[in-house]
């Protein structure tokens, strides 16, 4: 496939639980002329790329830029700033993804309260209030929007407002949702959400954009230890950002230059469609493959499915390693497989954002129509 | 600059302390189809990725992978991975970074002996077998192989020798000297090495590639506690990257696809030069360019400066920030400002990987004599 100079990547359609296929206009604006980190150009097109961050996190957060790595550093990104050795969370455990932001707080030096709830399920208003009233010292609730690994949407409406009432910081995890899902921080009251770029806004992975809120803000600010972190210290990251804290921008570390010009470009596409057009498109295709996938014998895993990520039981009497290997090496499509205890069990279809469209969800029932003959 | 939809960045020429600029070819390969992280293809990509930095790091260590995050992640990456709460380091603080690392290994818990020395001088053996005999305790000794800030290069031979005498790990900062001076991991004794993708290699920020020997992986399979950071811990990452420890390889976050397309072809390029010819190049450039200097009456701040990054002392009687402002606005040449304690005292001329031109070195000192009438 490669000689020593040249790369030659087969042009997949990506439906797997991300990345999602990239757009022509994405890949070009990633390869535009490296400029310096602290060029006024670049921080042009960075504070511009915040900006839009803004816009489709549905906040007026000042502190919203892309963290330099992918989804799980900002998932570290946000357990590292807000909690501090001997600090209690409470961390919804209903998948693979729940589970890793109770190991990351954990590795914070917080004790954690695990929220527990079947894999594909979701978690009640109820069942939150209850692990609010159970964990009084909590000083954060994390949880997932759009669990990746079992493809269960979590509600969040409600949630901000019994947080609030409780004195505890709402933490979200919008890998799967961003730019896919109805998703309001502001509205719903959410004070930190990282995000990765690969889902649903269809721009390569390596940035994981997070948005910190008023509270989270005061929470950092009055901090007792330094951040364990340095690469993602806050208090630092701020004043290259946003020029917060006083004296302008200071540079901290070198940010991933192209990157940034290849997720303003994917959210420029975001906004050109329309934020409501675009979730509503995922809504639309992700009944369309449901209802081709059910006609096909395929049951869903989750009770409520995510739009984004389809996770269906592997079907019964059929080797799914195999269907996913004739997929990729026929069809040039990619699905996943199940992922931890899931694994053998289950096959992930991604409906995300550029990924999402018509031509994709026949083409891979037709496909699959095909293999399970 | 910019339209809602496009960017257009100047085409700089990047002459500061990083990033230098990227080959067109580089930028090709970067936009290149994504394809996903667990695609064979893309691990074959990968593979090859690791084995070419082995050869530009001339090391065996199978342990040879790009951290997914810029130069400090790689850094942050190292010291989580060796170090404990508890443990005891010496880290060599000559400048910037130096006092970085100190900082980034007191964050992992451990006591750090400073082994300081004027900025812009670097470490003698003398100095080096000192302070590991006062440091009895001392795990890991970290030094910076080219400081950044000051422009001074450190001499690494022998120091691997001492460190091993006294069963102390040798951490090494390559940042800026990757691909760009001499440099032998194994025959020098170094235990762990960390660099950026965007100085002597010429590929965009993003990517950290990293190194670790055997010594360093006994020492984290030793470990009592788990690294605290979950991004950067290499005993989930190495299941990735090598698929070692057994089970083949482990999905363990969305590697950047596309910055290691161009991470690749950076690579290439730099062994299709030939590593020595390259390191000869920017020696041959670096006296060029410092006799133009000395000409117009600049003086180095270090005494033994680095090939790779030039620092001199701002003119006197000159506003250094409207020579970099005036370069930048007429010429499009990036230089770098003083950093830290140098800021408006000093200037930083980076020649590196692709920037590393008779043509660019010529023209900037053309641009500075006619900017210092």
Redesign the interface.
Known sequence: ??S?????????I?M?P??S??PH?V???????????L?P??L??MD?TCEMLRQIFRTKNALTFPV??????GM?CIATNLLEPGDEAIVGVNGVFGT?MK??M???GAKVHAMEQTWGESFTLTQISGALEANPKAKVLGIVHAETSTGALQSLEGVGELCKKKGVLLVVDAVTSLGGHELRVDDWGIDAIYS?T?KCLSC???LSPVSFGPKALEVMDARKT??????LDVSMLRKYYTGGGGGGRV?H???????T??L??AL??V??EGLDARIERHRVLHLRLRAGLEKLGLRYVPSKSLHTLNCIHAPEGKDEALIRHRL?EEYGI?IGAG?GPMAGKALRIGLMGHSASVRNVDLVLAALAELLK
């Open positions: 496939m490669t020593a100079s040249q790369i030659n990547p087969a042009e997949r990506l797997g991300g990345p296929s990239v206009r890949l070009r604006a990633m390869s535009a002329p490296t400029l310096g980190h060029d150009q670049y042009a097109i511009e330099s790595g992918t989804g799980m550093a570290e890793r190991d990351v954990e590795r914070c990765g690969q390569p992975p390596g330094k951040v364990q972190s340095w690469y540079y570390h070198t940010a991933p230059i192209n990157m010009y290849a303003r470009e420029a596409a906004l050109e990729l990619e992922l």
